[in-house]
């Protein structure tokens, strides 16, 4: 069983930063594929970014490309999702996964375990 929590979250202007975390409790924090998804009010839950065992296989949604980072911190148990130049449509719960597999990593069926979701306001 893995536990994920998330912090970071926040409200921020447009064009502006934020950082966040998913901390997972158990040892085998490094054999899983890590991912964000996001869900915006009325809409569908969406796959934000990857970063696998092998981080040279890392990915990101379109929209997020070449603003987000995702990275992990495998000694601390921890994924981190930077969000720079960010806009009014980011605006989301942003949600940490584990998963098992890194096959189909964009679909969240896909990932055994999430968090609890942080909120994420852009203002413009």
């Known amino acids: 069983q893995v536990q994920l929590v998330e912090s970071g979250g926040g409200l921020v202007q447009a064009g502006g930063s934020l950082r966040l975390s998913c901390t997972a409790s158990?040892?085998?924090?490094?054999?899983?594929?890590m991912a964000w998804f996001r869900q915006a009010p009325g809409k569908k839950r969406e796959f934000v970014a990857v970063?696998?065992?092998?981080?040279?296989?890392?990915a990101y949604a379109d929209s997020v490309k070449g603003r987000f980072t995702i990275s992990r911190d495998n000694a601390k148990n921890t994924v981190y999702l930077q969000m720079d130049s960010l806009k009014p449509y980011d605006t989301a719960v942003y949600y940490c996964?584990?998963?098992?597999?890194?096959?189909?990593?964009?679909?969240?069926?896909?990932?055994?375990?999430w968090g609890q979701g942080t909120q994420v306001t852009v203002s413009s």
């Open positions: 996964a584990a998963g098992l597999y890194y096959s189909d990593y964009y679909t969240d069926e896909k990932y055994n375990y």
């Open positions: 158990g040892r085998t924090f490094s054999t899983y594929t």
């Open positions: 970063i696998p065992l092998n981080i040279m296989y890392m």
